[in-house]
């Protein structure tokens, strides 16, 4: 209708600036805070002046507000000649409103604000029926999330996806690396967008929970559930989740303390590089070195459990620390209750149900408070193992390497890189926690690294030796399979070559 509209009247141009007002209700006045709101503002500045006109499908567009709000509003759009024409009737009204639109535009407005009202009442009814059945453990027919079939029912596989999500949260990762981790996992998160990560990490139908009632199976523990709404509460902003290299983040210029980027090299190994060298050059750092990533992961894999650990220790909770984390989150829980309560006294008034609602809410709050004063402390359970964490670790870089990047930058691990090669981790006591990268062996097709007086070599698993000799072992295992009983020769090694037996601790 607007095109049709702008078709037929040359002489107007549309307004540059847009306004939105998606999902704010008309009826309460929600609008005027937001889009519509500024369309006002820009008519009171001038901006929307005299001729201009705004098009509307019909009156209630503007509002569905009680009838003296709503005249009080047209008549602020048209005493600044602005005209309000509704395209549905064909109605124009302004600058000046004729006699004989007045009754119609009040029937109008009327009729919009009495459906609504209307509406508003179904609406209520019907929650306060599906509340009595949740009140008796029946499951109510209402939208439900992506995890949950329309019966109430578990999707195993989704809730499983989720309950990954939840563990990602805790980890410090980003809704939107979450998103990308669910959809890799399941094709039904496809169409999902960020922002909805973020609302079903926090809905409380997670622990099976509708209102106050639980009438849903669980798809996280509550420990689980409660520890991702404290990181959420805190404040908590998660590291940069790197897109592709697990390194990102990790790895700093021990110069001048900028993180180290990862250089892509088409035909050698990738490198990292100081990412204020190159963006400024040698004017702010003075660190040329480039790092092979192969001589990065060999020492952030050497010197990182410690770290995994006691990020474990952050996360692993003890028996009693769980409890806390339950009912602290119960407690805020309550709290914003009694909050959202006690505003409806201040815009409405002392009312009977406010007030046994508030009592309730403040016997519940009472009780839970008792409950956290008799937990025994138990925090000695609370003590994460090297071994556990090292198993942990080797586990995520196997199937989960970007929850570990997140573990890490969350418990302060780092590698720091100087110009002169050394690199130096912030965890004490492993082979590499100190140690100097020395270049690159082309005889043996290996890295050197020195470290506590020992030189170590890494093998570069793309140089055309591991690869030759992979090939062999490959061809020997097929005629082997096929039953062929070739005697195989032994190949001489040279001195040089026998280094290159290490690759079998690194590769």
């Given at each position: 209708?607007?095109?049709?509209?702008?078709?037929?009247?040359?002489?107007?141009?549309?307004?540059?600036?847009?306004?939105?007002?998606?999902?704010?209700?008309?009826?309460?006045?929600?609008?005027?805070?937001?889009?519509?709101?500024k369309l006002l503002e820009a008519i009171e500045q001038g901006e929307i002046k005299e001729g201009d006109v705004i098009l509307v499908e019909a009156i209630d567009r503007i509002g569905r507000l009680p009838e003296m709000q709503m005249i009080s509003l047209i008549d602020q759009i048209v005493s600044a000649k602005v005209q309000i024409i509704?395209?549905?009737?064909?109605?124009?009204?302004?600058?000046?409103?004729?006699?004989?639109?007045?009754?119609?535009?009040?029937?109008?407005?009327?009729?919009?604000?009495?459906?609504?009202?209307?509406?508003?009442e179904r609406v209520k009814a019907s929650y306060k029926r599906r509340e009595a059945l949740a009140m008796n453990g029946v499951i109510p027919k209402r939208r439900t999330p992506i995890w949950l079939n329309s019966d109430g029912t578990v999707k195993?596989?989704?809730?499983?996806?989720?309950?990954?999500?939840?563990?990602?949260?805790?980890?410090?990762?980003?809704?939107?690396?979450?998103?990308?981790?669910?959809?890799?996992?399941?094709?039904?998160?496809?169409?999902?967008?960020?922002?909805?990560?973020?609302?079903?990490?926090?809905?409380?139908?997670?622990?099976?929970?509708?209102?106050?009632?639980?009438?849903?199976?669980?798809?996280?523990?509550?420990?689980?559930?409660?520890?991702?709404?404290?990181?959420?509460?805190?404040?908590?902003?998660?590291?940069?989740?790197?897109?592709?290299?697990?390194?990102?983040?990790?790895?700093?210029?021990?110069?001048?303390?900028?993180?180290?980027?990862?250089?892509?090299?088409?035909?050698?190994?990738?490198?990292?590089?100081?990412?204020?060298?190159?963006?400024?050059?040698?004017?702010?750092?003075?660190?040329?070195?480039?790092?092979?990533?192969?001589?990065?992961?060999?020492?952030?894999?050497?010197?990182?459990?410690?770290?995994?650990e006691k990020a474990m220790q952050n996360i692993e909770l003890s028996s009693s620390q769980k409890k806390l984390i339950v009912i602290d989150g119960q407690l805020r829980d309550v709290s914003e209750k009694i909050s959202n309560i006690v505003q409806s006294l201040e815009k409405y008034g002392p009312l009977p149900e406010l007030d046994r609602k508030i009592a309730s809410l403040s016997e519940q709050r009472n009780?839970?408070?008792?409950?956290?004063?008799?937990?025994?402390?138990?925090?000695?359970?609370?003590?994460?193992?090297?071994d556990t964490a090292w198993d942990y670790q080797y586990e995520l870089i196997a199937d989960h390497p970007m929850?570990?990047?997140?573990?890490?930058?969350?418990?302060?691990?780092?590698?720091?890189?100087?110009?002169?090669?050394?690199?130096?981790?912030?965890?004490?006591?492993?082979?590499?926690?100190?140690?100097?990268?020395?270049?690159y062996n082309r005889k043996i097709q290996a890295y050197k690294i020195s470290a506590q007086g020992n030189v170590h070599h890494i093998t570069n698993r793309d140089g055309s030796l591991t690869k030759e000799r992979l090939e062999r072992f490959k061809t020997m295992l097929a005629r082997q399979r096929t039953g062929d009983t070739t005697t195989f020769k032994a190949i001489e090694t040279s001195a040089a070559e026998l280094e290159m037996y290490e690759f079998y601790n690194t590769i």
């Open positions: 209708m607007i095109s049709e509209w702008i078709e037929n009247n040359k002489g107007y141009q549309i307004y540059p600036k847009k306004f939105e007002d998606l999902g704010r209700s008309a009826s309460k006045g929600d609008h005027l805070k937001h889009g519509f709101g509704t395209l549905q009737d064909g109605c124009t009204y302004g600058p000046i409103i004729k006699s004989e639109q007045i009754w119609s535009l009040v029937g109008k407005v009327q009729q919009a604000y009495m459906y609504s009202a209307s509406l508003s195993p596989d989704i809730a499983e996806a989720m309950k990954g999500a939840f563990e990602d949260a805790l980890s410090g990762i980003g809704e939107r690396r979450i998103l990308k981790r669910l959809i890799q996992s399941n094709t039904a998160f496809e169409t999902i967008n960020p922002s909805t990560i973020r609302r079903w990490l926090t809905n409380r139908i997670a622990i099976g929970y509708w209102k106050d009632y639980k009438i849903y199976p669980s798809i996280v523990s509550d420990e689980l559930f409660y520890q991702v709404q404290k990181r959420f509460n805190d404040e908590y902003k998660p590291p940069t989740a790197p897109r592709t290299h697990f390194l990102s983040g990790l790895i700093k210029c021990g110069d001048c303390g900028a993180n180290m980027q990862v250089k892509i090299n088409k035909n050698s190994p990738f490198t990292m590089r100081c990412t204020t060298r190159c963006v400024y050059g040698d004017l702010r750092c003075k660190n040329s070195k480039s790092f092979p990533v192969p001589v990065l992961l060999h020492v952030c894999y050497d010197t990182a459990t410690g770290a995994v009780k839970l408070e008792r409950e956290k004063l008799l937990i025994t402390n138990d925090t000695v359970e609370n003590v994460s193992k090297y929850r570990l990047n997140a573990l890490l930058q969350s418990s302060g691990y780092q590698i720091d890189c100087y110009s002169g090669g050394l690199m130096l981790a912030n965890t004490s006591g492993n082979d590499f926690s100190e140690c100097v990268y020395e270049g």
